[in-house]
């Protein structure tokens, strides 16, 4: 083990090729950090409630309502909202037993997504039950199609009772409202990016950070989870944005290490994804991973031990290309890691959002701040 500013070895990870790097730490030109996203300010959980009751409508209502209104969304999407919200509760009711939540998150964009997620039987025919009119329950049943007219952007990830090694069964239904949204014709970009950060206890202070850059073709990210948790580890990430501005991932890892010098320390992860080569970069240091969903197989990687401004060992970059689609996932140790493709299957052809969701909700541990970003190249 040792510390101090030299991180990185040469030499690639299982015969990988890596791209050649700077040693040199390039400090932003100014205090400006273009276009970056913050977990710290753009991803929240704003609400989440179980449904056993139509009553749960009212709370979501009322909540859903006044944060839309904040943001600045119209009235028109905000009553779509509502619709859409009291449909999640309808269906709820009606199929998970009991056994449903909804939740509200803020995204980037700024986002409003309203997530319902039961551990219910599950969904054994997704395209009739999205067909107006076809219910099991005997009702009008058009819940999941009006969600989907409704909202900008919607997805729904179901498992049902059977799989050997599936770790949940039930419903996952996304509907995202967007402020800035483009039209629905408008063409996809070629990098969509999901997170999920939720602090301990839902505690204000999060000792989990993910912090992204786009940089014309290229999207670089450096998540982070500081020691412990709470306000101590809050502060001991808070304002390392500095470090991924305009670095390649191998500076910017060694500027996270230098500024995290005489504090509890952080274990990390830094990428650059670049959706013309399609080339990807990683590299990492202490207890975080990684898993790369490509040509319908699913790797996961770890990295090297040790403590970002304390002690660790040289890290080692991994680097690849990528062609096709492909799903990148890094995660704190706040999620769990004894899940492969076999306890999802199918959720890697889902929205990245969809992916975060799913696999935070039910792979999270509750004793730890937990934190995913998922990031799908088409």
């Not at 403590?307 to 680097?319: I, W, Y």
Request: aromatic fraction near 6%; hydrophobic fraction near 40%.
């Amino acid at each position: 083990m040792r510390s101090g500013p030299r991180l990185f070895s040469e030499s690639s990870s299982s015969g990988l090729t890596s791209p050649s790097f700077s040693r040199d730490i390039r400090p932003p030109a100014n205090d400006t950090l273009v276009n970056v996203i913050d977990s710290g300010a753009s991803c929240k959980l704003l609400h989440a409630s179980a449904v056993q009751s139509e009553s749960a409508i009212i709370l979501l209502r009322s909540r859903l309502l006044s944060v839309a209104q904040r943001i600045g969304f119209p009235e028109m999407e905000r009553e779509n909202m509502a619709l859409v919200a009291a449909e999640m509760v309808s269906n709820q009711i009606k199929y998970a037993q009991q056994r449903g939540q909804i939740q509200i998150w803020q995204q980037p964009g700024p986002t409003l997504d309203i997530l319902a997620l039961d551990y219910g039987p599950g969904i054994a025919n997704m395209q009739q039950a999205l067909e107006d009119g076809f219910s099991s329950a005997r009702t009008l049943g058009k819940g999941l199609g009006s969600i989907q007219r409704l909202a900008h952007e919607a997805a729904i990830y179901t498992q049902a009772a059977g799989g050997l090694h599936v770790k949940w069964t039930g419903t996952a239904v996304l509907a995202r409202f967007s402020l800035n949204r483009k039209g629905r014709d408008a063409k996809p970009a070629p990098i969509s990016i999901g997170l999920f950060s939720r602090a301990l206890s839902d505690d204000r202070f999060n000792g989990d950070r993910i912090y992204l850059q786009r940089e014309g073709s290229l999207v670089r990210w450096l998540h982070l989870d500081g020691l412990g948790h709470g306000e101590e580890a809050h502060r001991t990430i808070d304002g390392l944005a500095s470090c991924l501005n305009g670095n390649h991932p191998y500076a910017a890892l060694e500027a996270a290490d230098h500024q995290l010098s005489n504090t509890r320390g952080a274990v990390a992860i830094c990428g650059e994804i670049d959706s013309t080569s399609r080339h990807l970069s990683l590299l990492g240091v202490g207890d975080m991973h990684v898993a790369l969903h490509h040509q319908e197989q699913l790797r996961k990687l770890s990295f090297s031990p040790g403590v970002l401004g304390r002690e660790h060992k040289l890290a080692t970059p991994f680097g690849e290309n990528l062609p096709g689609k492909t799903t990148i996932l890094s995660a704190s140790d706040g999620i769990r890691r004894s899940w492969d493709e076999s306890s999802f299957p199918g959720l890697f052809h889902h929205p990245p959002q969809l992916i975060a969701y799913v696999l935070g909700n039910i792979m999270g541990r509750l004793s730890d701040d937990q934190s995913l970003c998922v990031i799908g190249i088409s």
